[in-house]
């Protein structure tokens, strides 16, 4: 199976993605996703003028040597525009050989060990009447976790906060990124109410997780996680800047509130503090931003050996091909956790055709060979690139704060 042609598709139908394409002299395409929020066009062009060249005529079935290649032949390692383009190209191959050998590519990775993911929702409101009206919605649409993200009063627009009217897409199509406000204090008095009142609406059953998004100091966190202990969180995710590895050891040693951290990591190196210590419960990593299938399964084989699981990143920003990767690998590992389910816009469905399925709150990437996923490359054309950007965040003195 030698490959004969890699083609990179920037497009997007509700918001930009892009996605790799390999041919081979099989007449086989894999894809994989390349989709890098807000920097989208530096993975484009890495994939196009220095990776592309270095697959023609190479075998598609040498997965592993081709990722060795890509990541050693470099010299320069690691960093998010690296290791998306990696992933692309493993998800690439590893949807080829599952396609060459007909069988859904989870069957390659050791085969199912469970019968569908539990995915979680994201529910959002400015205010506890919206955010119950949300949280209804995501059970109305079959979720059985939910993520909860609450408005502030004082602040006023917060990262996860929808209004009713409009679906929650934190990329915003403007020349330049939005400005939203941080208050710490002012979030770390409300969110403890937040979390009280939504235990005693929708009992002690449903598992309710948060996104701190990074914001906090460790001390601040240890705190948070404290005060959120009486409401049984299934996790507090980023609550601090993530690259400071050592942070958790604060924060672990305050509060027993299960963490989750990674999904801003690439590597494994990332980790090795994090897990070595068994600091977080749940590797946050996507398929799509951490090297691959090849990559992030070593990630979760060495979590396993600490009872540490995935929660791997599923947001629009991760594609349907993004999406495909991780509900292959999530079905088929033993320390699977659970599944970040964001669906994307009805007009995404126009350009890329997913198999994989959701009903009962569990998701499965379905039974056809290779990912499943196709695109539709006449559709796609019809979506341009538009250049967009995540918001960035400002303390009530002009002080730039992580988003
Ligand atoms: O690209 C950034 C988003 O993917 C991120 O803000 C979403 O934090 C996120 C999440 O948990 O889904
Ligand atoms: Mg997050």
């Given at each position: 199976m030698i490959i004969e ?17 390999i041919t081979t002299d099989d007449g086989l395409t894999g ?26 005529g190479r075998d598609a079935h040498a997965i ?28 690439a191959l590893?949807d080829l050989k599952a396609q060459f050998v ?302």
């Open positions: 042609s890699v083609e990179v598709v920037v497009t997007s139908p509700g918001r930009n993605f892009v996605t790799l394409l894809l994989g996703d390349a989709t890098l929020n807000g920097r989208e066009l530096a993975v484009a062009a890495y994939l196009r003028d220095h990776i592309a060249p270095l697959l023609i592993e040597d081709t990722w060795q290649l890509l990541y050693r032949g470099a010299y320069w390692r690691r960093g998010p525009v690296t290791m998306t383009a990696i992933a692309a190209v493993d998800v590893w007909r069988l859904p590519l989870y069957q390659l990775l050791g085969g199912a060990s469970r019968s569908g993911l539990l995915a979680y929702g994201h529910a959002g409101g400015r205010d506890l009447s919206e955010l119950y009206d949300s949280i209804h919605r995501n059970l109305d649409e079959g979720f059985r976790a939910v993520r909860v993200q609450s408005g502030v009063p004082g602040i006023a627009s917060l990262y996860g906060v929808a209004t009713p009217d409009a679906a929650y897409e934190p990329a915003r199509r403007t020349p330049r990124p939005a400005e939203e406000q941080w208050d710490s204090r002012a979030y770390l008095r409300h969110l403890p109410g937040v979390f009280e009142a939504v235990r005693s609406e929708f009992g002690p059953e449903l598992p309710l997780l948060h996104d701190v998004h990074h914001r906090l100091t460790p001390i601040e966190a240890a705190r948070l996680g404290r005060s959120l202990e009486p409401y049984d969180l299934f996790w507090l995710e980023d609550c601090t800047p993530a690259e400071d590895q050592e942070a958790l050891r604060l924060v672990r040693s305050h509060t027993v509130i299960p963490l989750a951290i990674g999904e801003v990591f690439n590597s494994v190196h990332d980790y090795r503090t994090l897990i070595g210590e068994r600091l977080i419960d749940y590797v946050r990593s996507s398929v799509t931003h951490t090297g691959g299938i090849t990559a992030l399964r070593r990630i979760l084989d060495l979590a396993g050996l600490y009872q540490i699981k995935s929660g791997m990143h599923g947001p629009t920003d991760i594609s349907p091909v993004g999406m495909a990767a991780a509900l292959h690998l999530g079905l088929a590992i033993h320390n699977f956790g659970i599944q970040e389910y964001m669906p994307h816009a009805p007009v995404t469905g126009e350009v890329f055709w997913p198999s994989f399925t959701f009903a009962g709150g569990l998701l499965h990437p379905g039974d056809q060979p290779g990912l499943g996923v196709s695109i539709n490359l006449p559709a796609a054309r019809r979506f341009p690139y538009e250049a967009a950007y995540l918001p960035v965040n400002r303390l009530r003195d002009g002080t730039v704060h992580d988003w």
